[in-house]
C-alpha cells in the first residue's frame, strides 16, 4: 500500500505548480501573441535578462579596481583611507611608484569596500521590498525598475572620470544609486521568482542551475570583452560599454511577458490569510503528533499561525521573517531560518575574498587590468559549464522518489549544497597558498564547482513557497545575502590592509575558514532531515 504521507506531497507538488496555458475560466493574462514574442512566458525568457546584466558587470569587476588605482594616482588618495602613520616608508625593493606601495594597495581596498558596503546597506533595506513588491505588479515591471536604475548607476565611473576637479566621493553615489534598485542579488530574487512562476518544484534546481548559467557566462564573456577593449581601446571604453549593455536589456525587458497571472495578483491584492500553505506544498514539521490527528484532516495542511496560536515571541518574530516553513519532514522548526544564515557566512567568504582578489593580484603580481579581465572570462565560463553540463549529471544521480516527493529532492539538494561549500573552501585556500598568480585560474575551475551551493539553496527554498509568496521569501533570502554584502567588502578590506605587509594572502585563509562555518550550519539541518525521515519511515 501506497505511503499517504508520499502520496500527499506528490499530489500537492503537482496542485502548487502554476498552471502555463490558458484555461477555460480565463483566469490568465490574455496576452495576445506579439509578433516580436509570440511565446507563453517561460523560465528560459530571463535567461537574456540576466546574461545581459551579467555582461555588463563583468568588465567592472576586473576594471573598477584598476580605475580606482589611476584615479588614486592622478589626484591622490582621499583623506579619509590615507594611512597617518606613513610618509611613503613603505616601498618594497624594486618599486619605482608610490601607486605600487602597500599604502596605495590599502587605501584601494579599503576605499572598494567602503563603496560596495554602502551599496549592499541600500541592497538590504529594499530587496525584500522590490521582490515583495513584484508578488503584486509583476516580475517583468519590477526587473525594469532595477535595470533603469542600473543603467543610471553606471554612468558615474565616466562622469567621475572625465570631470577631474569632481571628488572621488562620487563614485559613492553611483554604487548607492545601484544599491536602491536592489543590485544584482533583486535581479536574481526576481529571475528565480520568475522562473519559479512557470515550472514545477522538482525542476527548479535544474533551471535554477541554468540561469545561474546565463549570469556567469555573461559575466566571462564580459570580462573576456572587457580586457581586449581595455587593451586596444584604453580602460575607460570599457566604462562606455556597461551602461549601453544595461540600456539593452531594459529595452529586452519590454519584450518579454509577464509570469505572474490577473487571478493571481488580484489574490496576493486581497488577501488576507495568515499563511499560505493550503495552497503550497506544505507539510507540518513541528512534530510528529500532527500526523496523528484524525484521518479526516489532510495530513499536508500546517496549522495556521494566526494571532490567537500559541506562539512565542522569538517563534513570532521568525514567522515575521520567514513566512513558511520547510517542506514535508525536514527535521526542526527553524531549518529556513538556518540555511538563509548559511548564505549569509557563505556570500560573506565569497563577496569578501572576491573584491580583493583583483587588489591582491594587482599589488602581489603586478597584473594589468587585461590579465584580470582573463581570470574573470576564466571563472566565469568555468562555472557556464558546471553548472549547464555538471550540475544536471548530479541531478540524474539523484534517487528515483526525488521527482514526487520533496522530502528526498530536498535531502539531495543539501548534499549538493554542503559539497559545493567544501569545495569552496579549498578554493580559498588554493588562493591563499598559490605562489602565483595562475593559482587564481586553478581556484576559478575549483570555484565553479563550488558555486552549484547557489541555485541547490535556491532549490530548496522555493519548493517551501505557495506561489504567492515566492517573491517575498526569495527576497528574504537575498536580504540575509545583501547584509552579507553589507559586511564582507568593508571588513575583509580592512583585514586586507591589517595583513598586507605581513601576510598579503591571509584574507582567504579567513574566508575558507569563516566557508567552512556555513557548511557546518547545512551539515545540522541535513542531519536532522535525515533523522526525521527516519523516525518517521
Given at each position: 500500500?501506497?505511503?499517504?504521507?508520499?502520496?500527499?506531497?506528490?499530489?500537492?507538488?503537482?496542485?502548487?505548480?502554476?498552471l502555463?496555458?490558458?484555461?477555460?475560466?480565463?483566469d490568465?493574462?490574455?496576452?495576445?501573441?506579439?509578433?516580436y514574442?509570440?511565446w507563453?512566458?517561460?523560465?528560459w525568457?530571463?535567461?537574456?535578462?540576466?546574461?545581459?546584466?551579467?555582461?555588463?558587470?563583468?568588465p567592472?569587476?576586473?576594471?573598477?579596481?584598476p580605475l580606482?588605482?589611476?584615479?588614486?594616482?592622478?589626484?591622490?588618495?582621499?583623506?579619509?583611507?590615507?594611512?597617518?602613520?606613513?610618509?611613503?616608508?613603505?616601498?618594497?625593493?624594486?618599486?619605482?611608484?608610490?601607486c605600487d606601495?602597500?599604502?596605495?594597495?590599502?587605501?584601494?581596498?579599503?576605499f572598494?569596500?567602503?563603496?560596495?558596503s554602502?551599496?549592499?546597506?541600500?541592497?538590504?533595506?529594499?530587496?525584500r521590498?522590490?521582490s515583495?513588491?513584484?508578488?503584486?505588479?509583476?516580475?517583468?515591471?519590477?526587473?525594469?525598475?532595477?535595470?533603469?536604475?542600473?543603467?543610471?548607476a553606471?554612468?558615474?565611473?565616466?562622469?567621475?572620470?572625465?570631470?577631474?576637479?569632481?571628488?572621488?566621493?562620487?563614485?559613492?553615489?553611483?554604487?548607492?544609486?545601484?544599491?536602491?534598485?536592489?543590485?544584482?542579488?533583486?535581479?536574481l530574487?526576481?529571475?528565480?521568482?520568475?522562473?519559479?512562476?512557470?515550472?514545477?518544484?522538482?525542476?527548479?534546481?535544474v533551471?535554477?542551475?541554468r540561469?545561474?548559467?546565463?549570469?556567469?557566462?555573461?559575466l566571462?564573456?564580459?570580462?573576456?570583452?572587457?580586457g581586449?577593449?581595455?587593451?586596444?581601446?584604453?580602460?575607460?571604453t570599457?566604462?562606455?560599454?556597461?551602461?549601453?549593455?544595461a540600456?539593452?536589456d531594459?529595452?529586452?525587458?519590454?519584450?518579454?511577458?509577464?509570469?505572474?497571472?490577473?487571478?493571481?495578483l488580484?489574490?496576493?491584492?486581497?488577501?488576507?490569510?495568515?499563511?499560505?500553505?493550503?495552497?503550497?506544498?506544505?507539510?507540518?514539521?513541528?512534530?510528529?503528533?500532527n500526523?496523528?490527528?484524525?484521518?479526516?484532516?489532510?495530513?499536508?495542511i500546517?496549522k495556521?499561525?494566526?494571532?490567537n496560536s500559541?506562539?512565542?515571541?522569538?517563534?513570532?518574530?521568525?514567522?515575521?521573517?520567514?513566512?513558511?516553513?520547510?517542506?514535508?519532514?525536514?527535521?526542526?522548526?527553524?531549518?529556513?531560518?538556518?540555511?538563509?544564515?548559511?548564505?549569509?557566512?557563505a556570500?560573506?567568504?565569497?563577496?569578501?575574498?572576491?573584491?580583493?582578489?583583483s587588489?591582491?593580484?594587482?599589488?602581489?603580481?603586478?597584473?594589468?587590468?587585461?590579465?584580470?579581465s582573463y581570470?574573470?572570462?576564466?571563472?566565469?565560463l568555468?562555472?557556464?559549464?558546471?553548472?549547464?553540463?555538471?550540475?544536471?549529471?548530479?541531478?540524474?544521480?539523484?534517487?528515483?522518489?526525488?521527482k514526487?516527493?520533496?522530502?528526498?529532492?530536498?535531502?539531495?539538494?543539501?548534499?549538493?549544497?554542503?559539497?559545493?561549500?567544501?569545495?569552496?573552501?579549498?578554493?580559498?585556500?588554493?588562493?591563499?597558498?598559490?605562489?602565483?598568480?595562475?593559482?587564481?585560474?586553478?581556484?576559478?575551475?575549483?570555484?565553479?564547482?563550488?558555486?552549484?551551493?547557489f541555485?541547490?539553496?535556491?532549490g530548496?527554498?522555493?519548493?517551501?513557497v505557495?506561489?504567492?509568496?515566492?517573491?517575498?521569501t526569495?527576497?528574504?533570502?537575498?536580504?540575509?545575502?545583501?547584509?552579507?554584502?553589507?559586511?564582507?567588502?568593508a571588513l575583509?578590506?580592512?583585514?586586507?590592509?591589517?595583513?598586507?605587509r605581513?601576510?598579503?594572502?591571509?584574507?582567504?585563509?579567513?574566508a575558507?575558514?569563516?566557508?567552512?562555518?556555513?557548511?557546518?550550519?547545512?551539515?545540522?539541518?541535513?542531519?536532522?532531515?535525515?533523522?526525521?525521515?527516519?523516525?518517521?519511515?
Amino acid at each position: 500500500m501506497d505511503d499517504p504521507v508520499a502520496v500527499a506531497a506528490a499530489h500537492d507538488a503537482q496542485e502548487s505548480t502554476p498552471l502555463l496555458k490558458r484555461n477555460n475560466n480565463n483566469d490568465h493574462v490574455d496576452e495576445t501573441p506579439k509578433w516580436y514574442w509570440p511565446w507563453p512566458a517561460a523560465y528560459w525568457a530571463t535567461i537574456p535578462v540576466i546574461f545581459l546584466a551579467g555582461l555588463a558587470v563583468g568588465p567592472m569587476v576586473a576594471m573598477y579596481t584598476p580605475l580606482i588605482k589611476q584615479l588614486f594616482c592622478e589626484r591622490g588618495i582621499p583623506d579619509l583611507f590615507k594611512d597617518k602613520n606613513s610618509d611613503h616608508l613603505f616601498l618594497l625593493p624594486g618599486d619605482e611608484n608610490d601607486c605600487d606601495s602597500p599604502e596605495y594597495s590599502a587605501a584601494i581596498a579599503k576605499f572598494y569596500g567602503v563603496l560596495n558596503s554602502l551599496s549592499a546597506v541600500l541592497i538590504t533595506l529594499t530587496v525584500r521590498y522590490w521582490s515583495s513588491l513584484s508578488d503584486k505588479i509583476g516580475r517583468r515591471k519590477t526587473m525594469l525598475i532595477w535595470a533603469i536604475g542600473t543603467t543610471v548607476a553606471q554612468t558615474f565611473p565616466l562622469v567621475v572620470y572625465y570631470n577631474k576637479g569632481m571628488s572621488l566621493y562620487f563614485l559613492w553615489v553611483g554604487s548607492l544609486i545601484e544599491g536602491m534598485v536592489g543590485s544584482i542579488l533583486c535581479l536574481l530574487a526576481l529571475v528565480h521568482s520568475y522562473a519559479s512562476d512557470v515550472s514545477s518544484p522538482e525542476q527548479r534546481t535544474v533551471i535554477f542551475g541554468r540561469m545561474m548559467a546565463g549570469w556567469y557566462t555573461g559575466l566571462g564573456i564580459g570580462s573576456a570583452i572587457g580586457g581586449v577593449v581595455a587593451k586596444k581601446f584604453g580602460m575607460i571604453t570599457v566604462f562606455w560599454f556597461l551602461p549601453t549593455i544595461a540600456l539593452i536589456d531594459v529595452l529586452y525587458l519590454l519584450m518579454i511577458p509577464e509570469s505572474l497571472t490577473v487571478a493571481k495578483l488580484a489574490g496576493n491584492n486581497k488577501s488576507n490569510m495568515p499563511n499560505s500553505q493550503s495552497q503550497a506544498t506544505l507539510i507540518d514539521v513541528d512534530g510528529s503528533s500532527n500526523l496523528e490527528r484524525s484521518n479526516t484532516l489532510s495530513p499536508n495542511i500546517a496549522k495556521p499561525t494566526g494571532p490567537n496560536s500559541h506562539q512565542s515571541w522569538f517563534e513570532r518574530i521568525i514567522r515575521s521573517i520567514v513566512p513558511e516553513p520547510l517542506p514535508h519532514r525536514l527535521g526542526g522548526k527553524y531549518s529556513v531560518v538556518v540555511l538563509m544564515i548559511t548564505c549569509f557566512f557563505a556570500l560573506l567568504s565569497v563577496m569578501g575574498a572576491m573584491y580583493q582578489s583583483s587588489n591582491y593580484l594587482i599589488y602581489r603580481f603586478k597584473w594589468t587590468g587585461t590579465e584580470l579581465s582573463y581570470m574573470g572570462a576564466i571563472q566565469g565560463l568555468s562555472r557556464l559549464v558546471s553548472l549547464t553540463v555538471l550540475l544536471p549529471l548530479i541531478k540524474k544521480l539523484s534517487p528515483a522518489g526525488a521527482k514526487t516527493n520533496p522530502a528526498i529532492a530536498i535531502s539531495f539538494d543539501l548534499k549538493v549544497m554542503i559539497v559545493g561549500l567544501w569545495i569552496e573552501a579549498v578554493t580559498f585556500l588554493i588562493y591563499a597558498l598559490s605562489p602565483v598568480g595562475e593559482g587564481f585560474y586553478i581556484g576559478g575551475m575549483t570555484g565553479a564547482v563550488g558555486s552549484l551551493f547557489f541555485p541547490a539553496t535556491r532549490g530548496v527554498m522555493s519548493q517551501s513557497v505557495a506561489p504567492e509568496l515566492l517573491g517575498k521569501t526569495l527576497g528574504t533570502l537575498a536580504t540575509f545575502e545583501s547584509f552579507a554584502a553589507v559586511i564582507a567588502p568593508a571588513l575583509y578590506g580592512w583585514i586586507y590592509a591589517l595583513t598586507l605587509r605581513t601576510h598579503p594572502s591571509f584574507v582567504f585563509s579567513v574566508a575558507a575558514f569563516v566557508i567552512m562555518m556555513a557548511s557546518g550550519l547545512a551539515v545540522t539541518v541535513a542531519v536532522a532531515h535525515r533523522n526525521e525521515m527516519k523516525r518517521r519511515a
